[in-house]
C-alpha cells in the first residue's frame, strides 16, 4: 500500500492535479485498516493509477498531461463498492458463495430482462432474479425448471408471499428437465442470465441430485441460448456422491469454450473442502 502511495502522490504532483488529491482525500480513510476501508482504497486507487499511466504515455507535454489527467482524474467511486464488500466478507469466510452470485448477477442482469433459474428447489434464487428483472413495463421473465414438483410447489409458495400477483406472472415455472430449456422459450428469446445452483433440494429428498449427464446437456444448451454479454452462473456442491464427478465435468466444458468467446473462472475455498464452488462463464460481446 505504500508504494501505491508514493507512485499516487508523484502522480498528482508532477502532474498538478489537485482536484484528485482534494477528491481523494475526501474519499480514501488512511487511517483506518477495516475491510471497508481496504474496498474504499480499491474503488478510488484503481482507477486513478490507470488514468495516471494512461496520461504519462499518451501526453509528451506537462499541459497535454495535465489535460489528459484532469479530464478522468476525479472519477466516480465505480458501483462496485457492494461487491467489493461481499468478496471481502466471502474472503473472511462471513459470506455465503450464493450471496457472492446473486450480488454478480444484480451486475449484469437489467430491467425487463429475461433469465433463466435452471434449478429452482425452494425459489431463493427465482425469487432474486425477479426482484433484479421485474419493474412497471412487464417485460421481465425469469423462467424457472425443476425435475421435483414439491420444490416448484415451494418456490410458488415463496413467490406468492414475496410478490405482488402482477410480478409473480412475470415467473414461469416448468416441472421439466434444465436441458430442455431451450424448448419452452419463446423463439429468439435473449437470456442474459442463466443460473445453476446444483445439488439436491434442501430440506427435500437428498437422493434427487442434479447428475453430470443432464447438466452436460443442459450447459450446452445454454451456451447457445444466451445472450452475447449474458452469464452462466453455477453454484457446485462436492459433499453429496456424484458432486465431484460433476465439477469436473462442468470443468471440462468450460475448459473447451474458446478464450476469444468467453471468459470462465472458478472461486473455491482452499482449506474447506466440501465448501461451494462458484462458476462463472461470461459470453463476451
Ligand atoms: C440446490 S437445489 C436449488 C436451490 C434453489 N435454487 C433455491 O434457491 O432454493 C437443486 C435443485 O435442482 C433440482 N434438479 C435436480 N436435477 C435437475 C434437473 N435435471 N433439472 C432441473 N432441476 C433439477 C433439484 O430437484 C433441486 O430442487
Known amino acids: ?36 476501508s481496504l474496498s474504499s482504497l480499491r474503488c478510488c486507487f484503481q482507477p486513478i493509477q490507470h488514468t495516471t499511466f494512461q496520461a504519462l504515455a499518451a501526453a509528451s507535454t506537462s499541459q497535454a498531461a495535465s489535460d489528459a489527467f484532469s479530464s478522468t482524474a476525479v472519477p466516480e467511486v465505480p458501483a462496485i463498492s457492494g461487491l467489493a464488500d461481499v468478496m471481502l466478507s466471502y474472503i473472511f469466510g462471513n459470506k455465503k458463495a450464493t450471496e457472492v452470485a446473486h450480488l454478480i448477477w444484480e451486475r449484469i442482469v437489467r430491467k425487463g430482462d429475461t433469465v433463466i433459474d435452471a434449478t429452482c428447489g425452494n425459489g431463493y434464487d427465482t425469487l432474486a432474479l425477479l426482484r433484479m428483472v421485474a419493474d412497471e413495463s412487464g417485460l421481465g ?33 416448468f416441472h421439466r428437465c434444465h436441458s430442455e430449456m431451450a424448448e419452452v422459450l419463446p423463439e429468439d428469446t435473449s437470456v442474459r442470465l442463466i443460473a445453476f445452483n446444483l445439488g439436491y433440494l434442501p430440506g427435500g429428498d437428498k437422493s434427487v441430485v442434479t447428475e453430470s449427464q443432464t447438466t452436460a ?65 461470461f459470453k463476451k460481446c
Not at 421473465?141 to 413467490?159: I, M, P, T, W
Not at 405482488?164 to 414461469?172: A, F, G, R, T
Request: a neutral charge; one cysteine or more; glycine letters at 6%.
Open 1 to 36: 500500500m505504500l508504494s501505491a502511495r508514493c507512485v499516487w502522490w508523484w502522480a498528482v504532483t508532477s502532474l498538478g492535479g489537485h482536484k484528485l488529491l482534494v477528491s481523494s482525500m475526501r474519499k480514501f480513510p488512511y487511517t483506518s485498516s477495516s475491510p471497508r
Open 141 to 173: 421473465r425469469v423462467y424457472g425448471f425443476d425435475v421435483q414438483k414439491v420444490a416448484l410447489e415451494n418456490a410458488s409458495s415463496l413467490l406468492e408471499v414475496s410478490v405482488n400477483p402482477n410480478e409473480k406472472e412475470l415467473v414461469k415455472l
Open 217 to 281: 446437456e443442459a450447459l450446452t444448451v445454454a451456451k447457445e441460448i444466451l445472450m452475447p454479454g449474458g452469464l452462466i452462473s453455477l453454484v457446485v456442491y462436492v459433499g453429496h456422491p456424484g458432486g465431484r464427478e460433476e465439477l469436473e465435468t462442468v470443468e471440462e466444458f468450460c475448459w473447451k469454450l474458446p478464450v476469444e468467446n468467453w471468459t470462465c473462472c472458478k472461486i473455491q475455498m482452499l482449506n474447506r473442502q466440501l465448501a461451494p464452488i462458484l462458476v462463472f462463464l
